[in-house]
Each structure stands twice: as structure tokens, then as C-alpha cells.
């Protein structure tokens, strides 16, 4: 079992950045593909972006390919999702999962992930 805290969220302008950390414990996240996804309100959870154990293999959603970058240091047991040129639609609670062993082409299912943060929210003004 992992346990996920992520961090980094907070209030920025359009056109600002922000870099969400999510870092584990218990166990080794080598082991684990890793995501991330945000939620709305009254919107369903949706995928953001996943890495593959290696950090190899990226998926992004459309909606923010070119703008937000996930990325992985298994040293520090740590994932981070850098996100440029922000949006006020990127507004959300966003969340960090870990998937056992996963399948990486599966990434992009939220049902595929064992493990979940309790997340971090990001508001974007306009």
C-alpha cells in the first residue's frame, strides 16, 4: 500500500503557472503508474495526465497537451504536473493516483488506479 499527499495548489492568474507535487510513502513508486486527474464542480473526474513506471511512456489530455507537463523522480519518491499558460476551465480539485504494476495504455481510466491523495485544489482567475 502507498499513500499519496499531493501539494502546490493555490490561486493564480490566467496565464500563470503552478507545479502540483504528489509525494508517496510506504512504498516505492517505481512500482506504480502514475496519474493525475481533476474534478470540478459538477463535472465528473476527469484524466489530466499519467506517466509510466519508467517515465517512458506520457499520456495527456487534449485539453492540456502543450501546456501542463507530468513528470517523475523515483529518487524522491515524488510526481509533479507543471502547469503553464493556465486556463480558468483548469479550475478543479486536483488529484494524484497510483496504479499497481499498471498497464500503461490503460492510464487514462480513473478506474484502472488503486490509490488516491486526498488532492489539492488550483483556481485560476480571469
Known amino acids: 500500500q502507498v499513500q499519496l499527499v499531493e501539494s502546490g495548489g493555490g490561486l493564480v492568474q490566467a496565464g500563470g503557472s503552478l507545479r502540483l507535487s504528489c509525494a508517496a510513502s510506504?512504498?516505492?513508486?517505481?512500482?506504480?503508474?502514475m496519474g493525475w486527474f481533476r474534478q470540478a464542480p459538477g463535472k465528473e473526474r476527469e484524466f489530466v495526465a499519467a506517466?509510466?513506471?519508467?517515465?517512458?511512456?506520457?499520456y495527456y489530455a487534449d485539453s492540456v497537451k502543450g501546456r501542463f507537463t507530468i513528470s517523475r523522480d523515483n529518487a524522491k519518491n515524488t510526481i509533479y504536473l507543471q502547469m503553464n499558460s493556465l486556463k480558468p476551465e483548469d479550475t478543479a480539485h486536483y488529484y494524484c493516483?497510483?496504479?499497481?504494476?499498471?498497464?500503461?495504455?490503460?492510464?487514462?481510466?480513473?478506474?484502472?488506479?488503486?490509490?488516491w491523495g486526498q488532492g489539492t485544489q488550483v483556481t485560476v482567475s480571469s
Open positions: 510506504g512504498r516505492t513508486i517505481g512500482d506504480y503508474v
Open positions: 493516483a497510483a496504479d499497481y504494476l499498471g498497464v500503461p495504455t490503460q492510464a487514462r481510466n480513473e478506474r484502472t488506479y488503486d490509490y
Open positions: 506517466i509510466s513506471r519508467s517515465g517512458v511512456t506520457i
